[in-house]
């Protein structure tokens, strides 16, 4: 031991396990504790039980909140904090008037250090501990980012996104160059400190035979990395896919056929896929990240959660800021329940489906398995929801017949605004 333990006192939830396939996944503790030392939780369970086990340890009183895992966001893109909101635009034309313009405004390295800080800040503001980011198509873009994730200690995922047609000149570049800047970054970053390297074409419509191969290469060359792209989000966008790659069986046979789907590969989106893509999907144990509000901003389509639970596909939740509409899972987790309620044949979720979402689920998506639950032998990646004295949210905290009214209306109202303190690693990163 090189430090002293401390004992959190809190209304905690967590999900150890997955509700999707085991009974009583949520641990829920109204009156909670949890052993931290040097970053790394050492017990948890009722409070009275951990302070006989540890007289000795200070106590950090938490009580009057809720203690949650840190939220771990699997698809967002750092170069479109600034342009939130762009509402009312399918996918391809959001992304030409919309994304690339500001996109292109990263080559700028002062404007993309401080698109870094918007960002973060907007991430860390949210609860999210852990994300993997779409980067920049700038390699001095993405190192910026990796410098503002090391200055803050979030934890993060990220990479050169590379295309070499259909976006605009300027994001365009060549297999040989997505090597080589893609290794330098590597180099630097993957696996130092909290960062690790996630090679990232943008999507099949803009990423060429060439590029996918340079990206396959990466992989093959450097062990442990990461791999995320965008997949069946939108039916203008497949269909031109489909013309793109004539060869292809479907929209996943384009990244299939050029090795980069694996454990270690998350798409997002996947609204409109074959059933030939779930099962190989499952089959190679690959992870769909489902965004929600993004899906119904641009009018992308409900997602088939039911089909991919039925085929055994991982699924994880994404913000996709941009596209989406602001940094909360809470939010997110909101409207998967609303888009599962309304559609047919959806999946009812429960607040504990909600949890797990966008906790456990974005861990074993990333294979973290050091995040997202408070077991003991887990980071202490915390979030405590606390919110202000009057509101809507306190009424209820105050009042809840149990954790899990809490937990669902900290889902149904909660905010950015009710984040009092966030900790990454037994670190504070926001609040005091
Ligand atoms: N597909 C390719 N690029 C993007 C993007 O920036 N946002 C979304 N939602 N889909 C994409
Ligand atoms: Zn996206």
């Known amino acids: 031991p090189t430090s002293a333990a401390t004992l959190y006192r809190a209304t905690y939830l967590h999900t150890p396990r997955n509700p999707f396939t085991h ?28 302070r006989v086990a540890h007289p000795d340890a200070p106590v950090t009183d938490l009580r009057g909140g809720l203690l949650l895992p840190g939220f771990i966001d699997t698809h967002v893109h750092y170069p479109q904090v600034r342009v939130i909101g762009g509402l009312g635009l ?4 959001w992304l030409d008037q919309c994304a690339l313009p500001e996109e292109a405004r990263m080559a700028d390295l002062a404007y993309a250090r401080g698109v870094a800080r918007d960002f973060i800040g907007g991430l860390i503001g949210a609860g999210t501990t852990t994300a993997l980011v779409f980067g920049s198509h700038f390699a001095g873009a993405v190192d910026a980012f990796f410098e503002e994730a090391t200055r803050t200690g979030l934890r993060a995922v990220t990479g050169l996104v590379v295309s070499d047609r259909l976006l605009r000149d300027e ?12 290794r330098a970054l590597i180099e630097r970053w993957h696996g130092a400190g909290r960062t690790l390297y996630a090679v990232t074409p943008r999507f099949s419509l803009s990423a060429s035979e060439g ?11 450097f062990p442990g990395l990461r791999f995320t792209s965008h997949i069946n989000e939108n039916t203008r966008e497949i269909q031109t896919v489909r013309d793109l790659f004539p060869g292809a069986r479907d929209y996943l046979d384009t990244y299939e056929r050029a090795g ?33 509000c993004s899906n119904s901003a641009l009018g992308s389509g409900f997602f088939p959660l039911r089909r991919h639970l039925d085929a055994g596909v991982h699924v994880s939740l994404g913000s996709d800021v941009g596209g989406g509409t602001g940094f909360s899972l809470l939010k997110e987790g909101l409207q998967a329940h609303f888009m599962q309620n ?48 009057g509101t809507p949210l306190d009424a209820v905290f105050r009042h809840a017949a149990s954790p899990e009214r809490a937990l669902a209306a900290a889902f149904a109202t909660g905010t950015p605004a009710d984040v009092a303190r966030v900790w990454i690693g037994g670190d504070t990163v926001l609040g005091d």
Do not use: K, W
Request: glycine residues 8%; contains cysteine; hydrophobic residues 45%.
């Open 211 to 221: 590029i996918l191969d340079a990206c396959a290469a990466l992989m093959r060359d």
């Open 90 to 93: 399918p996918l391809l034309d």
């Open 342 to 389: 309304l559609m047919p044949g959806g999946v009812p979720l429960s607040p504990a489906h909600l949890l797990y979402l966008a906790t456990l689920a974005g861990a074993e998506a990333l294979d973290l398995p050091h995040t997202g639950s408070f077991e003991p032998g887990r980071a202490f990646d915390a979030v405590h929801l606390r919110p202000a004295p």
């Open 260 to 292: 980069l789907v694996g454990r270690h590969s998350v798409l997002a989106h996947n609204v409109h896929p074959t059933d030939r893509e779930l099962s190989v999907m499952a089959a190679h144990r690959c992870t769909a990240a489902h965004c929600p």
């Open 171 to 182: 994001l365009h570049t060549t297999p040989q160059r997505a090597y080589d800047e893609g």
């Open 23 to 50: 009974p009583d996944a949520l641990d829920a503790q109204s009156d909670g504790g949890l052993l931290v030392q040097d970053g790394v939780i050492l017990a948890a369970g009722p409070f009275a039980d951990i």
